[in-house]
Each structure stands twice: as structure tokens, then as C-alpha cells.
């Protein structure tokens, strides 16, 4: 009688730590092991070396559907995208420039769905553009800048057309937009048919400091585009990496609407191959 | 049935119950693996990227740091390995040529002749 008021509840305690024997044995003792795992399931920094190889083996094959099909891997929601963030992380980080560069050249190349020149690429050595050996002095109608008038592009054959010492400085104004009221520098780069060259690293310094940065990255604005955010009072001067000629004495310099506010301007340069 | 069996019938359902959920359910889930958990055809494919990349750069220091985190394994087994499996997954020759090419160049790196990166 005494053991019958006990009731049931034995079974439950059963129950409960038949349970509790069951979990750890299946979450700690003997977990699912995933030996066969996608790479979508990788570490986030073991994503960021993924799209590094990925991009750096695109710089052999320009096999772009390839690209795409390992990067699909990864399950980003917009492959370009992350990849030109992580190329922008990537030149913040100081990481080497091979890596920012490729990064930035597949991101553009998908972003655009065509191949960008890369330079140092086995495949890409078909597309051989040589420079005009004449000596080319311009003058830029800039309204700020002292840049170096005349540069000596090679006579020589280059890989590509990215050749910093091979672009002069086109056109620099004060581009007045109250739509974009922070200082930037904005820079386009065309080559010598007038087509945006995407890849090239500019290089930004001031007192003190130095940055770069690459055309392309911003693909919604042209290939051949790139900014960089001014902070007002800082003077900057801006080459093309390996290029000759420097823009100098650029500032964040003001605009006024028509109401008689003022905003900020950007500085718009234009390189050019000549 | 006795009491103590009973109790030993309820702990074995609740084991099966507990090892259901922890391995059916809502099992273990490693979304943070490391490249050496990847799939077979995934980890040759990554090393075919690092093969790609060496024809680029030229870098072996690079392309055996790549490959060490695909395991413990020598950088020699990791693409003796991938070559076998492009083998007999008929992997483009273009792509086979590459792994041979990574793994002759591995057989002649001299580590010690590296530039250490700063």
C-alpha cells in the first residue's frame, strides 16, 4: 500500500534522466561530426582566406563562372559586394597589395560580369597594349594642383594598360552637388580609347599620413571610379601608384546653393592615357 | 513488470528520445569549421585554387601556408591526394597539370631559403 502512494513519478525521474543521459551523450560525448562539411559552413576569417584564393586563382584562369561557382559556395548574399568590402577591409588592414588587387579585380569582374586586365596573369599576357613612345607634355586645366607637366611614358610593351606613369592628369574641378554633401576626392581613369580603367591604386597622403585606394570598387559609379573622404582643413596631394605626376594642394573647398548655404564640394579629377 | 524495470524502461526511452533530438533535431552545429572539415571534392578544388594562385604569384611560402589549413597532412600528401581524386574524377588536364606542377615544386622548396614576411 505505502509504495503504491509513491505513483508514477518514478517513470517521469526515468524519463527525465534518460533524457539528460541521451543529450550529453549526443552533444558532448559523440556530437554529429561534420567530416564532409560545404565551405559555407567555414570560420569567418577561414571565408576571408576562401575569397582570396578564390580571387587569386581567378587571376590565372579569368575563368569568372568559375569564380562564381566556388564564391556561390560561401552563400554571400552578394559575392561582389563582400568582396569589395573585404578588398577595402583589406587595404584598411594593410594587407599585401597582390590580395587587395585581386580581390578588387574579381569584384569588379562579376560586379560587371565581364574580365577586367590583371595584370601578372598567365592568360591575361594575350592583351599587350603599348604606350606611345612620343614624349607627352600636358597641362592640366585644373584650377588647383602643380603637378609635373611632362612625364615619359615607356616605348616599351606593357603587360596592361595600368601603367601609372602612363596616365596624366586630364581635368581637375570642384564638382558642386548638394546630393553629396561630404568632401570627397573623386577620381575617373581612362585609358587611351576613353574606356574606365578599373584596379589602379591611388595614393593619397598629407602631413602625417598616407592612404590608398583603387578604382572599381564602386562599380555602380563606373569602373573607372574612385573617392576618397576629404577631412576639411587637411590638405592631400594624389599620384597614380608607379605614376610620375602628382596633384597637389587638393582641400575640401565649399560650395554655395542657391539659397546662400554652403556645403561641402568634392575635387574631380580626370587621368587620362594619352 | 517490476518497479526497477519500469524505471530502467523509462530511462532507455528517454535516451532514445535525448539522443533523437541531440543528433536528429537540433544537433551539434559547427558553423565555424575550419577548411580541413571540407568535403572531399571542396578540399581538392581548394587545393587547385592554391595552384591557380602559385602560377601567379609564384610564392610557395604562401601556397603551403594556404595548404596547412587543410590539416595536418604535409603539403606533398594534401596535393598527392588532390591529384588522385582529379585523377579519377576526370578533372580537366589543364587542372592536373596544375597539381603536378604545385607538387613538383614543393618536391624542390628549400623552406630555409624562404624570406621571412614580416
Redesign the interface.
Given at each position: 500500500m505505502r509504495?503504491d502512494r509513491r505513483g508514477s513519478w518514478?517513470?517521469?525521474?526515468?524519463?527525465?534522466?534518460?533524457?539528460?543521459?541521451?543529450?550529453?551523450?549526443?552533444?558532448v560525448v559523440s556530437?554529429?561530426k561534420?567530416?564532409?562539411?560545404?565551405?559555407y559552413?567555414?570560420?569567418?576569417d577561414?571565408k576571408n582566406?576562401?575569397r582570396v584564393?578564390?580571387a587569386?586563382?581567378y587571376?590565372?584562369?579569368n575563368d569568372l563562372v568559375r569564380a562564381e561557382d566556388?564564391l556561390a559556395?560561401l552563400r554571400d548574399d552578394d559575392p561582389a559586394q563582400s568582396l569589395a568590402m573585404q578588398a577595402q577591409q583589406a587595404l584598411a588592414a594593410g594587407r599585401p597589395e597582390?590580395e587587395v588587387r585581386a580581390l578588387g579585380l574579381l569584384a569588379i569582374a562579376l560586379g560587371e560580369g565581364f574580365t577586367p586586365p590583371a595584370s601578372?596573369?598567365?592568360h591575361s599576357q594575350e592583351a599587350i597594349i603599348l604606350t606611345p613612345g612620343a614624349e607627352n607634355t600636358t597641362t592640366p586645366p585644373g584650377v588647383i594642383g602643380t603637378p609635373a607637366n611632362t612625364i615619359l611614358p615607356s616605348s616599351t610593351a606593357t603587360p596592361t594598360p595600368a601603367e601609372g606613369a602612363s596616365f596624366v592628369v586630364g581635368e581637375t574641378r570642384l564638382a558642386c552637388n548638394p546630393a553629396q554633401p561630404v568632401p570627397l576626392i573623386q577620381v575617373e581613369i581612362l585609358d587611351a580609347a576613353q574606356n574606365p580603367v578599373p584596379g589602379l591604386e591611388l595614393v593619397v597622403t598629407w602631413e602625417g599620413g598616407e592612404d590608398h585606394f583603387f578604382t572599381g570598387l564602386k562599380p555602380e559609379l563606373g569602373l573607372g571610379y574612385a573617392d576618397f573622404n576629404m577631412t576639411p582643413g587637411v590638405v592631400y596631394s594624389l599620384h597614380l601608384e608607379g605614376g610620375e605626376q602628382e596633384v597637389d594642394d587638393l582641400s575640401a573647398a565649399e560650395c554655395q546653393a542657391e539659397d546662400g548655404s554652403r556645403y561641402w564640394g568634392s575635387w574631380r579629377l580626370t587621368f587620362i592615357q594619352p | 513488470m517490476s518497479?526497477w524495470t519500469?524505471?530502467?524502461?523509462?530511462?532507455?526511452?528517454?535516451?532514445?528520445?535525448?539522443?533523437?533530438?541531440?543528433?536528429v533535431v537540433n544537433?551539434?552545429e559547427?558553423?565555424?569549421?575550419?577548411?580541413e572539415?571540407?568535403?572531399?571534392d571542396?578540399r581538392t578544388?581548394?587545393v587547385?585554387?592554391?595552384a591557380?594562385?602559385y602560377?601567379?604569384?609564384k610564392d610557395m611560402g604562401l601556397a603551403v601556408r594556404?595548404l596547412a589549413?587543410l590539416g595536418s597532412s604535409t603539403p606533398t600528401d594534401l596535393v598527392a591526394n588532390a591529384l588522385n581524386y582529379a585523377f579519377q574524377h576526370d578533372y580537366a588536364s589543364q587542372d592536373l597539370s596544375l597539381f603536378q606542377a604545385l607538387g613538383e615544386a614543393l618536391l624542390t622548396w628549400n623552406p630555409n631559403m624562404e624570406v621571412p614576411t614580416p
Open positions: 509504495a518514478y517513470l517521469l525521474t526515468g524519463a527525465i534522466l534518460g533524457l539528460v543521459v541521451g543529450l550529453f551523450y549526443s552533444w556530437p554529429v561534420y567530416v564532409d562539411a560545404p565551405p559552413a567555414l570560420r569567418a577561414f582566406n576562401y584564393l578564390v587569386a586563382a587571376l590565372y584562369s566556388r559556395q597582390a601578372s596573369t598567365a | 518497479r519500469k524505471f530502467l524502461v523509462a530511462v532507455l526511452l528517454g535516451s532514445i528520445i535525448g539522443l533523437f533530438y541531440g543528433w544537433p551539434v559547427y558553423v565555424d569549421i575550419a577548411p572539415s571540407l568535403r572531399v571542396y578544388d581548394y587547385l585554387m592554391v591557380e594562385a602560377q601567379v604569384d594556404r589549413l
